[in-house]
């Protein structure tokens, strides 16, 4: 059974600093997304990484693909304090396109001014 | 263009009771999944429906079940309701033949069970 797993759970860091956010995932998998949660919200799509090596960036947020190693990087530049939320990697297991997403357990990041 | 839409957006039962979510597709999208979400946690997959057919099944119990109607929309439906139950259940939407692009969500329904 696939298991997607991120770390760390919860990240505080101080306006301006920079950090990555980990995503493990344990079987064969080239499609993975990155969602954004506020409390109380929906999930909000960040990005979607399709072939090993993609890179995507938008803004302070940049993620990452690597297959092989079956991880998947969120870094985070420069934090500012409206990037505080949970996010979450989400994996659609196998070679093709089933849409049954795995979802890690989220990491709640707190930006502090 | 509308989004999905799930209602209601909250919703108290008390155990044994019986419950109907529901779900409109964003629109365009053919294709629904249902995801439960504990407090905490990521959500996890319920199942999927296309083309009115229940496509894909999570490890939740048959108490759990669902339709699509022909404007695509779609309902689940959870009997004899546990504690354990209460969730916040999240309906995304996609297009099959668009592979390519991300699941889209709904607000949710948060359910609780008393």
């Known amino acids: 059974e696939l298991k997607v797993e991120q770390n760390p759970l919860f990240l505080s860091m101080q306006e301006g600093k920079n950090y990555t956010i980990y995503c493990n995932y344990s079987?064969?998998?080239?499609?993975l997304y990155w969602y954004r949660q506020d409390p109380g919200k929906s999930l909000e799509s960040l990005f979607v990484?399709?072939?090993?090596?993609a890179v995507k960036q938008e803004g302070r947020l940049m993620a990452s693909l690597d297959t092989k190693a079956r991880l998947s990087t969120l870094h985070i530049t420069a934090a500012v304090h409206d990037l505080s939320a949970t996010y979450f990697c989400a994996v659609d297991p196998g070679s093709s396109n089933t849409g049954k997403l795995i979802f890690g357990q989220g990491t709640t990041l707190q930006v502090k001014p | 263009d509308a989004g999905v839409t799930q209602s209601p957006t909250h919703l108290i039962k008390t155990r044994g009771q019986q419950v109907t979510l529901r779900c409109s597709p964003k629109s365009g999208h053919d294709t629904v999944s249902w995801y439960q979400q504990a407090l905490g946690q990521g959500p996890q997959f319920i199942f999927q429906y296309y083309e009115e057919e229940e496509r894909q099944r999570g490890n939740f119990p048959d108490r759990f079940s669902g339709h699509q109607f022909p404007n695509y929309s779609s309902e689940l439906n959870v009997n004899a309701l546990l504690l354990g139950d209460s969730a916040l259940y999240l309906c995304?939407?996609?297009?099959?033949?668009?592979?390519?692009?991300?699941?889209?969500f709904g607000d949710g329904t948060r359910l609780s069970i008393l």
């Open positions: 995304a939407s996609s297009l099959s033949r668009d592979r390519n692009q991300p699941q889209h």
């Open positions: 079987t064969t998998s080239d499609r």
């Open positions: 990484l399709l072939s090993n090596g």
